[in-house]
Each structure stands twice: as structure tokens, then as C-alpha cells.
């Protein structure tokens, strides 16, 4: 459990460090620069979900804590919530603004969010619990720590953005359910 907190501690430190942090940040870009600051903040963060991943990886291998076990059925409202959180994050990394973007205003934070939620509803054990509700609590924080930056919304320029998030936002949700959960996580996201 050990190495999934500090991978969680890297991650989420790094992407808290605008808000919790910013004179950490600018001293970092005055003495990195905006590209090698960059560069660090990608090293840290890959860092953080490479040892999330082994971590998780090898708590689940020794054998799990059970917190709570939901029912089967779960696993339905996970599938259909997942797909939504894939248009979402798909919607906050287009370069255009789409009226999904603007509505939501932090499209990707939503999905992670909603990614997090769904995990939750259809895994009870303790180490599930500690990623997926830490993730959930960094989100939740992010988007508060935005809204009191005062950041202008976005503002929709056309449909067009929505268009490409939902396809390729539901393209890559079903390609994740039928092969690459189970190739890249090791469990099948549809058993």
C-alpha cells in the first residue's frame, strides 16, 4: 500500500502545486524555465501513476481488504457512467471549445470525477477506496481551487468539438471495455 500512496503523493502533489503552491511554481519556471518546468511536472506525474499502478498492481495480488461489497449490477451503471467520463476528458483536452466544454467549464476534472465515482460503485476493497476516493477528493479540490482563480468560462464556438468528443470519447471508451482494461489493468472491465 505503501508504494500506491506515494505514487498518489507525487501525482496529486504535483498537479495541487498551482494552488496550494504557486510561488513553488514560479520559482520553479524562473529557474526551470516554462519548458523544463514542464518537463518535470510530466516526470513527477508519470512517476506518481507508475507507482499508483504497481502499487495497486501488487496490494491486489497479496490479496485484498474488503470494505464493502457491492452487487453485480453495479457493474452496469459503472460501463454507462465510464463512457461519459471518456467524452468528458476527451471534451477538456480538444483545442476548441465545444458547448460540452463550455457547459461543464472543467470537462476533464468532471471526468475524473466521474471515472473515480464509478470505480467506487463496483470496488469495495481498501486499496480501491484510497485511489479512486484520494483522485475524487483531488478533483473535487482542483475545480475549487479554478473557481477561486477567478478563470473567465469558456466560451463555445461551435458544435463541432462536441461532435469529435462524443465519437472519439465513445470510440476509445469501447475499445477500453472490450480489450484494453483488461491488457492494461489486468482485470476485464466487461466480464
Do not use: C, Q
Amino acid at each position: 500500500m505503501g508504494i500506491l500512496i506515494l505514487g498518489l503523493v507525487l501525482f496529486i502533489g504535483m498537479h495541487l502545486v498551482r494552488i496550494v503552491a504557486p510561488g513553488l511554481r514560479e520559482a520553479g519556471l524562473a529557474k526551470l524555465g516554462t519548458m523544463g518546468w514542464k518537463i518535470l511536472y510530466a516526470v513527477v506525474s508519470i512517476a506518481g501513476v507508475y507507482l499508483m499502478g504497481k502499487g495497486y498492481g501488487a496490494y491486489r495480488a497479496e490479496g485484498v481488504t474488503v470494505v464493502y461489497d457491492p452487487p453485480l449490477w453495479m457493474g452496469h451503471i459503472t460501463i454507462l457512467l465510464m463512457a461519459f467520463a471518456f467524452i468528458f476528458v476527451v471534451a477538456g483536452n480538444l483545442p476548441a471549445t465545444g458547448h460540452i466544454k463550455a457547459k461543464l467549464k472543467h470537462p476533464m476534472l468532471i471526468g475524473i470525477k466521474v471515472w473515480a465515482i464509478a470505480h467506487l460503485l463496483i470496488n469495495g476493497d481498501l486499496a480501491s477506496i484510497v485511489l479512486f476516493g484520494s483522485l475524487l477528493a483531488w478533483a473535487v479540490f482542483s475545480v475549487i481551487g479554478i473557481k477561486k482563480r477567478g478563470l473567465a468560462p469558456p466560451v463555445a464556438t461551435s458544435a463541432k468539438p462536441d461532435i469529435a468528443a462524443v465519437v472519439i470519447g465513445l470510440g476509445l471508451w469501447l475499445g477500453f471495455a472490450m480489450w484494453l482494461h483488461t491488457w492494461l489493468i489486468g482485470v476485464p472491465a466487461i466480464a
